[in-house]
């Protein structure tokens, strides 16, 4: 035990940076280094993946982590450790320049009734698909947020009536930090920063403007949640085992949240992710969430 605790407080120690739950000692930006000289000719693009190759740096559906290699060997070099070679180009970043996704043409006609009147409801999961452009239309035109596009790992999602979409999911990469459901979890920071890919967040959720059926909103909510873990581990190669979303209480009560048995977790402070004044500055926002395994508190305090 003692030359445990030893070996612990060396390895801190030799710590030179964090990065995205990374500790980098060292040895790693002598190893970085070698890549580099290693492959002088490569660009920092390809530099990255060399990079990951050489950590065994991967997603757990395989794809090598090497925008997160880019991030922390900028890093790296702004603070003196190593050299980069001069970049070559700057791509167009399409999240700067995203427009605003065109109108598309479909029936508006009024949808009312009961649940059983709607027939069969299908779950399609549309991203990377032609329907991904009608989704995105909708989400833009008839939620109140209008569309914004996810980060992360993410998934998309219309539900058709028949022929007619009636309902559309958005869910990305769950926040980092989020006090309420921290506390709810029970998970101290180690355990936060390896298993918060198994948190999905419920990005934008919407009911088209023209249906009105009661109680269609939990009904398809509940639908959604017990199919979210299959549908991420066929994506991403690992499922999620808790969901979390917010609800703005000046325009919304959650009421169909509360229907589903979702779990009002608290309200965030209001800062944002990217806070430096450690002060309010948007409308403070309820928590929910909503466990999708029995065993979620023990997979993810693991």
Known sequence: MRSTAVSSIVAAMDTLLRYRGRSVTGADIHGIRDVIAAHPGESRRQLSVRLCEAWDWYQANGAPRDMVARGLML??????????????????????????????????????????????LTFQSVRRTPAERLFNSLMAHHHPLGYSQPVGEQLKFLVWSAERPVALFAWSSAARHLSPRDQYLGWDLAARQRNLRLLAYNTRYLILPWVTVPHLASHLLARMTRRLSGEWERVYGHPVVFAETFVDPTCHRGTCYQAANWVRLGRTQGRGKDDQTHRPNRTLKDVWGWPLTADFRARLCA
């Open 75 to 120: 890093a790296l070099a702004r603070s003196g450790h190593i050299t980069l070679p001069a970049v070559r180009g700057r791509p167009p970043n399409p999240l700067a320049a995203r427009r605003v996704p065109a109108p598309v043409d479909c029936d508006r006609t009024p949808i009312t009734g009961s649940l059983q009147d709607l027939g069969p």
